[in-house]
């Protein structure tokens, strides 16, 4: 089945860039998404990319996806006390009937000031 | 604004209880899905429905059950609250498989206590 992996914890200074990174294991066209959850609150949607995209940009976030390597990365420049959080990498195969994602462990980021 | 309201955002009961978690969607969405979060383990899927009175098994059923009556509303229900069901609940909601993506829209969630 498909698993998803990331690191638990990444700790910035204000000001700096993050590269929070996770992998995955499906071969198959893939949706593959960033989600963020603030302290108290439930998941929201940040980005998503697809297989057949190399990179993402939105504003301050860039994603990155490596499909050789099946590696995902989200990169927030110029992070802020307001991005602590916890980032969830997330994937949804097409085809074969199923529709469910399948989640990361979350990745803590702590920004420093 | 597209949102999922879950009915509680803390919930106290005590061992043995049977517990209801409501969730109501109004984005007309015919996904739902039940989730527990636990530091340490992210989210993990306990049940799921992809139409009104529709449900499917998740990766952690034992000792949850749930209820969609309505197209809007999915509930997960306690038979009989044990202490490692002390967790952080999350609904979401999403559209159909599609040329669009299948992103969730969920919830602020539940938390639970058993005492």
């Known amino acids: 089945g498909e698993d998803v992996e990331q690191s638990l914890f990444l700790s910035v200074r204000e000001g700096d860039s993050s590269v929070i990174n996770c992998t995955y294991t499906?071969?198959?066209?893939?949706?593959l998404y960033w989600y963020k959850q603030e302290p108290g609150a439930g998941l929201q949607l940040l980005t998503y990319?697809?297989?057949?995209?190399d990179m993402k940009q939105d504003q301050r976030l860039t994603v990155l996806l490596n499909k050789k390597d099946k590696h995902l990365s989200l990169r927030i420049a110029d992070t802020q006390t307001g991005d602590s959080a916890i980032y969830f990498c997330?994937?949804?195969?097409?085809?074969?009937?199923?529709?469910?994602?399948?989640f990361g462990r979350g990745t803590s980021l702590i920004v420093h000031p | 604004d597209v949102k999922v309201t879950q009915s509680s955002r803390y919930l106290v009961k005590r061992t043995g209880e049977k517990v209801f978690l409501e969730c109501v969607q109004d984005?007309?969405?015919?996904?739902m899905f039940w989730y527990r979060q636990d530091p340490g383990l992210g989210l993990r899927l306990i049940y799921f429905?992809?139409?009104?009175?529709?449900?499917e098994k998740g990766d952690i059923p034992e000792g949850y059950s749930v209820s969609r009556e309505k197209k809007e509303r999915f509930s997960l229900i306690l038979e009989s609250a044990s202490t490692n069901q002390t967790s952080m609940y999350l609904c979401?909601?999403?559209?159909?498989?599609?040329?669009?993506?299948?992103?969730?829209?969920f919830g602020s969630g539940t938390q639970l206590s058993v005492l």
């Open positions: 979401a909601s999403s559209s159909p498989p599609g040329p669009t993506n299948e992103k969730l829209f």
């Open positions: 499906d071969s198959s066209s893939t949706y």
């Open positions: 990319i697809f297989s057949n995209m």
């Open positions: 997330a994937e949804t195969p097409l085809g074969g009937g199923s529709y469910i994602p399948t």
């Open positions: 984005m007309d969405h015919e996904n």
């Open positions: 429905s992809y139409d009104v009175k529709m449900k």
